[in-house]
C-alpha cells in the first residue's frame, strides 16, 4: 500500500515537471494553455505527456520512469477486469472515460478536452433551468421576483467559462462517451463542431422549458430525461420530438380559446363576484388535458385530481365536464328547491368538485373527479392520495398503472405549507404509494400580495422535489406547445418509474387575488407590465397565423364558435331552462347511492354474533405458521388470549377488537388502519403483526381468517397526523363498504392536524352533501403522564359536533319505540358521533355498528391506556352474543334507590367504580355515557326517571378527570338541564347539576405526581361527599 502511495505521489510530481516536454515527432503539438479550474494535473499538456509515455511504454516498458510503468501497467489490469490502482474521479460521467485508453475517442482530441466537454454539458444539465427564459412577462431580472437566483446566476455556461476558445468553436469533437448514457453523452452520438453542441445544449436547456433532475441518484431516470431533452430525434415516440398537425394545433387553440372565453363570460356577466380565474394561465387548461389524454394511453382510466381555488372553475367545465349551465346556475344564485338534501349548508363554488366519465380526443374514456376543498391551501393534498390509493385497491391496481392523482400547487403554497412535504413523504411508503404523483405548481409569480423573495428561502417554489428525487419541468406558460409537451413528458414519466414528477408552469396573475383586489397596491410596477400583456390567444393565433401555416380566418372562427358556445348557455339559464338538481342527482356517485336515503330512514343492523361466525377468527388469533419463533413476552400474551376466548370469558379489549375486525372481514367489508405505531400499538395492546425473532418475517393474524374474507390492512405511518389523517379521509371518502381506522400515537398529537378535523371531517357532509364513515381512535385518560400524554381534547370535538343542546321534538313520538331507533336517526341527522367505551364488547358493538347501519358518519373514539387490561374492561364472550349491542349509557340496575346519580364517562368510571365498592357507597349510581355525541337522549332519560321514581331530591352530578373548562362537561351540562326540566324536574334544580373535576386550567394535566394524587382524590372525595 505503500509503495503504491508513493507512487502516486511520484506520477504528480514527475507529470507536473513533464508539460514541458514534447509529444514524440510524429505527434502533432497541441497550442500551450494555462490549466483551467476544471482541469487536473492529468489535463492540458501534461496529457500528450502521458499519450507519448504510454505509446513508448508499450514498445519497451523499461524506456520510461518506474512511477509511470506502474501506472500503465495498472491502468491494463483494470481493463482487464481486475482492481484498478486508482479511484475514480468524483464525477460520474467523468468516469466513464479511461484517462488511458486514446483508442475509445474516436477523433483526435485531448483529455483535457473532453474533460472540458464533459463539464460543459453537466454544467448546462445542472443549472440549464437557471438561464431558461421561463417568465412570460420578462420581469423576473434584477427584481423581487426570484429568491436566490442572483447568487445562483453566477454561474456561467459560455463554452469560455470551461476554458474552450473561439478557434474551438468550429473544432470537431466526439461526445458519445458510454452506451446508455443517454443525450449527447451516449455512444450513439456522433462527432459534432463545439458549436453546435453549445446551441443544441442551448436550445435543450435554456429555452422556454427548464429541467432539473441531475438531484437524481436513479442514474436510469437521469439518463432517460438526458436522451429526451438531448437528442429528442432519437426518441420518435418521445413527447418532446412530437410534430404537431394542424389539427393538433386547432384543438390547442380552441383550448385555450374556451379557457379565455369562460372566464371572460363569468367577468362580464358577474363582474364583482369573486371566481379566483385562470386568467393568466390559460394555457394550464390546454397541459392538464395533454396529461390526462397521455396518460390514458399508459393505461390509465381513472383520474384524481385535488386543486386550491385558482383556475377551479375553468378545471370543473374544461376537464371534469361540468357543464357551464351548472356554473352559471350557481353564480345567479341557487334556489332551495335545487338542493339535493336537506343536509347540504352549502359552500361557495369554488370550492366544490364533481365526478364524471369523459371520452377524450383520442378516443379513449376516463372517469375524472375533482376533489372538494376548502380554502386551506394544500390541504387536500392527501385526501387525493388516499382517495387514488383506495380506488386503485378496489381495481386490483396495486401498481398505480389505471388510477393518476394530480395534485394543483400555488407557487407560494408549494413553498409555504408543510402538508406539501408531509403528503410528498408518504410517496414511497408501501401502503400509502400511489405509483407517482403529477405534480403541478400554477406559478402565479406572486402569493396574495407577497412576492416570492418574501415567502421562500429557495430559488424555486418546487425545491422540495430534490428531497423527495422527483424531476423538475419549468416551463414557460404562454409558450402553449411547450407546455403541451411538457404535460406529456411528466405523464410519460410518471407511467415509465411510478414516480412523481413536478410541474413549474410560470405564468402570472392578471387580476388581483380575486378580482375585486387591487394589485397596484404592492406590485406597482409588475401589474403595469401586466396590463400592457396582450391575451395569450392572440399570441398563439399570430404564432400559427405566422408559422404553421393555418389561416387566421379558421381560427377566428374557432373563436367565434367558443363564445357562441358559452353565450348559449348563458341563454338557457336566463330563460330558466336549466335544472340545477338534475344535474344534482346525475353527481351522486353509484357505490354512495344506497347510503343516501331521505333523513328519517335510518337503519341498523344487529351487531351481534353468533359462534359459527367467531370460530374461524378465533383460529385465525391462535394460529402462527409453523416454525415462526414468537416473541417469549408475546407467548404469554397470546397465550392469555387464547385462554380467554375458549373460557369465553375475560375478553380483554385488544381481542375484542380483533375478533370485530375478523367477523367484518368475513361480511366482506375490508378494513384499513394506520397510525404511527398501529401494528403492535402505542400501548402494545393490538399486536395485529408480529415479527418472527430468528428471522424478522412477519405474520398478520387477521389476513388468515378465511379464504372468502376482505382485505386486511394494518400499516404504520410516517410520523405525520396531518398528512396521514388527511389520507385516510381520502381513503374513506372512495369507498362506504371499507372501514378505515387512523389511530394517534398519542391523542394529545392529534391537534397537529386540526385543519383536517375543522375542515374535512366535522363539515363536509354539510358544506359539500360528501359523508364519511372515518373512524378516529384517540388515547385519552388521566394517569399522571403530564400535559401532553394525558388529553385527547375531547372538549374541541364535541365543539364541533353539530346537534342541539334541547330536548327533540320527537322525543315523546319515538318513546314507543327501542331507544336504539332514535338514538340512530339522531346519529344519521348530526355530523359525527364521538364515544368514550369502557368495556370491550362496547367497544366491539362500536365497531361493528359503524358498517352495520345504512349511512355513514365519522366516529371520534377515545380510549383508556389504563383501561385496556383493566378487569372492569373485561367483558364475557356472552356481551358479544345474541340480544347484545351497543350500549350508549351503562348504567348501574344494582343500585335501586340513590341520593346521587353520577354521570361520567370513560376512564374516570374505574376510579369511582374502586371507590364505590371500597366505600360501599351503595346509595351513589354511577352511571357511565358511552356515546357522548349525539347526545342520547332517551336512554339517560330512562337512567334519570328510573331513580327518581324512588327519589324525587336525586342529586344530580356530573364528573370527570379533565378540567372544568375541558372534557365534556360544557356539552353535558346544558343537555342534561334541559333534559331534567322536561322531566319535571324545577329549572333552578335542573340548573344546578353539579360539576365534579379538575379546577379550570390552561393546560389539559399535571406533570407532578403529587398534584395529580391530589386532584384525583378531590374528584373522589367530591362524587362522594
Request: net charge neutral.
Amino acid at each position: 500500500m505503500m509503495r503504491r502511495l508513493a507512487a502516486r505521489a511520484r506520477v504528480a510530481t514527475v507529470a507536473m515537471a513533464a508539460c514541458v516536454q514534447l509529444r514524440s515527432q510524429a505527434m502533432q503539438v497541441p497550442p500551450r494553455r494555462p490549466l483551467h479550474k476544471f482541469d487536473n494535473f492529468l489535463t492540458g499538456a501534461s496529457a500528450n505527456y502521458f499519450e507519448a509515455q504510454y505509446e513508448a511504454w508499450k514498445h519497451d516498458p523499461a524506456s520510461v520512469e518506474e512511477s509511470l510503468a506502474e501506472m500503465f501497467r495498472a491502468a491494463e489490469a483494470t481493463e482487464n477486469g481486475e482492481e484498478p490502482l486508482f479511484a475514480q474521479p468524483p464525477t460520474r460521467l467523468v468516469d466513464e472515460l479511461s484517462l488511458y485508453k486514446p483508442k475509445k475517442i474516436g477523433i483526435a482530441q485531448t483529455l483535457q478536452q473532453s474533460r472540458r466537454l464533459i463539464s460543459l454539458i453537466q454544467a448546462h444539465e445542472r443549472d440549464g433551468h437557471l438561464f431558461a427564459q421561463l417568465d412570460p412577462l420578462k420581469y423576473e431580472r434584477g427584481t423581487r421576483r426570484n429568491p436566490a437566483l442572483k447568487q445562483a446566476m453566477r454561474v456561467n455556461l459560455h463554452p469560455n467559462a470551461f476554458g474552450f476558445v473561439e478557434e474551438d468553436f468550429d473544432s470537431t469533437f466526439c461526445v458519445g462517451f458510454h452506451d446508455g448514457c443517454g443525450g449527447l453523452f451516449d455512444a450513439n452520438t456522433g462527432p459534432m463542431k463545439l458549436s453546435d453542441i453549445y446551441q443544441r445544449l442551448k436550445r435543450a436547456y435554456t429555452g422556454t422549458i427548464g429541467y432539473e433532475f441531475m438531484h437524481i441518484y436513479d442514474e436510469k431516470v437521469c439518463h432517460w430525461l438526458r436522451e429526451r431533452i438531448e437528442t429528442p430525434q432519437r426518441v420518435p415516440d418521445s413527447a418532446l420530438s412530437t410534430r404537431y398537425t394542424a389539427a393538433d394545433r386547432k384543438s390547442m387553440f380552441e383550448q385555450l380559446a374556451s379557457a379565455a372565453e369562460f372566464e371572460l363570460m363569468l367577468k362580464t356577466k358577474f363582474g364583482t363576484t369573486k371566481r379566483f380565474g385562470s386568467d393568466g394561465a390559460e394555457s394550464f387548461i390546454v397541459g392538464l388535458e395533454a396529461a390526462i389524454e397521455r396518460s390514458t394511453v399508459h393505461g390509465v382510466e381513472d383520474v384524481v385530481i385535488g386543486m386550491a381555488h385558482r383556475g377551479r372553475l375553468s378545471v370543473l367545465h374544461h376537464i371534469c365536464g361540468k357543464p357551464y349551465e351548472a356554473l352559471l346556475s350557481e353564480f345567479k344564485g341557487v334556489k332551495e328547491s335545487d338542493v339535493l338534501s336537506a343536509h347540504d349548508y352549502g359552500d361557495v363554488k369554488y370550492h366544490r368538485g364533481m365526478r364524471s366519465t369523459r371520452t377524450l380526443r383520442n378516443g379513449k374514456t376516463c372517469a375524472v373527479e375533482l376533489l372538494n376543498n376548502p380554502s386551506h391551501l394544500e390541504t387536500v393534498n392527501p385526501v387525493v392520495q388516499g382517495f387514488a390509493r383506495a380506488e386503485q385497491v378496489a381495481r386490483g391496481d396495486e401498481n398505480g398503472l389505471r388510477v393518476l392523482p394530480i395534485e394543483v400547487h400555488g407557487d407560494a403554497a408549494a413553498a409555504g405549507q408543510g402538508i406539501v412535504f408531509e403528503t410528498m413523504g408518504l410517496a414511497s411508503i408501501g401502503k400509502f404509494k400511489t405509483g407517482g404523483t403529477i405534480h403541478v405548481v400554477v406559478n402565479n409569480q406572486v402569493g396574495f400580495t407577497t412576492a416570492p423573495v418574501d415567502s421562500r428561502s429557495s430559488t424555486h417554489c418546487t425545491d422540495v422535489a430534490r428531497v423527495f428525487q422527483c424531476p423538475v419541468f419549468h416551463v414557460n406558460g404562454d409558450s402553449v406547445e411547450d407546455v403541451h409537451r411538457v404535460f406529456q413528458l411528466a405523464a410519460d414519466y410518471r407511467a415509465t418509474f411510478g414516480r412523481s414528477v413536478i410541474i413549474d408552469l410560470v405564468c402570472y396573475r392578471r387580476y388581483g387575488h380575486n378580482e375585486a383586489d387591487t394589485p397596484s397596491f404592492t406590485q406597482p410596477m409588475l401589474y403595469k407590465v401586466i396590463e400592457k400583456r396582450r391575451n395569450i390567444v392572440q399570441l398563439y393565433k399570430e404564432q400559427l397565423a405566422e408559422s404553421s401555416g393555418l389561416e387566421s380566418a379558421e381560427l377566428d372562427t374557432i373563436h367565434k364558435d367558443v363564445k357562441s358556445k358559452f353565450r348559449k348557455a348563458w341563454a338557457v339559464v336566463e330563460e330558466g331552462k336549466y335544472s340545477y338538481l338534475d344535474f344534482q342527482k346525475q353527481c351522486v356517485k353509484p357505490e354512495w347511492a344506497d347510503f343516501m336515503p331521505e333523513l328519517e330512514d335510518a337503519k341498523m343492523f344487529p351487531t351481534t354474533v353468533n359462534d359459527a361466525a367467531l370460530r374461524p377468527v378465533i383460529s385465525a388469533l391462535k394460529s402462527l405458521p409453523q416454525g415462526f419463533a414468537l416473541h417469549k413476552t408475546l407467548q404469554g400474551i397470546m397465550q392469555k388470549r387464547a385462554e380467554s376466548l375458549d373460557k369465553g370469558v375475560g375478553i380483554e379489549w385488544g381481542t375484542a377488537e380483533a375478533l370485530a375486525f375478523g367477523t367484518l372481514l368475513q361480511e366482506g367489508f375490508p378494513i384499513r388502519i394506520s397510525g404511527q405505531d398501529v401494528e403492535r400499538a402505542t400501548f402494545s395492546q393490538r399486536h395485529a403483526v408480529v415479527h418472527d425473532q430468528n428471522t424478522d418475517d412477519t405474520h398478520t393474524y387477521l389476513e388468515n381468517v378465511s379464504e372468502e374474507q376482505a382485505r386486511f390492512t394494518v400499516t404504520n405511518s410516517s410520523l405525520s397526523e396531518y398528512g396521514v389523517l388527511g389520507f385516510e379521509v381520502g381513503y374513506a371518502l372512495r369507498n362506504p363498504k371499507n372501514m378505515n381506522i387512523w389511530e394517534a400515537q398519542f391523542a394529545d398529537f392529534a391537534n397537529g392536524a386540526q385543519i383536517i378535523w375543522d375542515n374535512f371531517l366535522s363539515g363536509c357532509e354539510m358544506k359539500w352533501d360528501q359523508t364519511c364513515g372515518l373512524v378516529i381512535s384517540l388515547p385519552h385518560g388521566y394517569d399522571g403522564q403530564g400535559p401532553e400524554h394525558s388529553s385527547a381534547r375531547l372538549e374541541r370535538f364535541l365543539q364541533l359536533e353539530g346537534s342541539d343542546d334541547v330536548v327533540p321534538a320527537d322525543f315523546e313520538a319515538a318513546s314507543h319505540l327501542p331507544p336504539y331507533h332514535a338514538n340512530e336517526a339522531r346519529i344519521k341527522n348530526t355530523n359525527w358521533q364521538v364515544c368514550f367505551t369502557t368495556t370491550s364488547a362496547n367497544y366491539f358493538h362500536m365497531l361493528r355498528r359503524q358498517l352495520r347501519r345504512d349511512f355513514r358518519k365519522p366516529l371520534i373514539h377515545c380510549f383508556s391506556k389504563s383501561n385496556l387490561r383493566a378487569p372492569e374492561s373485561k367483558s364475557d364472550i356472552a356481551a358479544f352474543g345474541e340480544d347484545t349491542a351497543f350500549m350508549p349509557v351503562i348504567d348501574q340496575p344494582q343500585v335501586t334507590k340513590a341520593r346521587k346519580l353520577v354521570f361520567c364517562s370513560g376512564q374516570v368510571f374505574n376510579a369511582l367504580s374502586r371507590a364505590q365498592e371500597k366505600g360501599n357507597h351503595s346509595d351513589v349510581a354511577i352511571v357511565r355515557i358511552e356515546q357522548i355525541a349525539p347526545f342520547p337522549w332517551e336512554y339517560v332519560a330512562q337512567v334519570i326517571d328510573r331513580l327518581r321514581a324512588e327519589n324525587k331530591n336525586l342529586e344530580i352530578v356530573w364528573a370527570q378527570d379533565e378540567p372544568r373548562n375541558m372534557g365534556a362537561w360544557n356539552y353535558i351540562r346544558p343537555r342534561l338541564r334541559n333534559l331534567l326540566v322536561h322531566r319535571g324536574v324545577p329549572l333552578k334544580e335542573a340548573a344546578s347539576v353539579k360539576f365534579v373535576g379538575r379546577e379550570a386550567n390552561g393546560s389539559p394535566a399535571t406533570g407532578y405526581p403529587f398534584i395529580h394524587e391530589r386532584e384525583e382524590k378531590a374528584i373522589l372525595d367530591g362524587v362522594f361527599a
